[in-house]
């Protein structure tokens, strides 16, 4: 027996390397395109509106802010509450007002013993540890403006709010 060896010629192997340098070139350059589209205003979203483009559309020209209308505001008395925890007594400090219209003002000022007293009913039901969440403040604006809104009755005020809200 021989120990000869016979040589298989070795196919010529193929750049894996190749294909991903064509498709990073195609994406920058697709990217180069895609920005210069966008800022030269070839396409409606974003940049300048291209030179032969004289009607330019509504949206890139800043709207004027609506009038406000018939807004008033009524000043609530500060609030200051006592929270119990296990641990210790801390208190609540709240200063709001309330934003209705010209129109219902008067109606609204004379309703605020009301008003006071469910703001009071509600924030003595709550806890100290109520106001751990982030959101507390954001919950007990909401639940207060629902249950001043059922008293002062559907429409009259539009929202409350918080001028002064401390916790200690």
Known sequence: MTDAVAEVPEEPVKSKKKPLIIGLVLALVGAGGGYFAVSSGLLPFGGEPAHGDTAAPAEHHA????????????????????????AHVRHL???????????YKADVETLLPRVLDVMNSYLRALDASDFADPAALTRVR?????????????????DLLIMDFLLN
């Open 63 to 86: 709207e004027a802010p609506e009038p406000l209308g018939d807004v008033g505001f009524v000043p609530l008395e500060t609030v200051v509450i006592s929270l119990t925890s296990a």
């Open 142 to 158: 909401s639940q207060l403006l629902r249950r001043i809104q059922i008293v002062t009755g559907a429409g009259r005020v539009r």
């Open 93 to 103: 400090k709240l200063t709001a007002q309330l934003e209705v219209e010209n129109a």
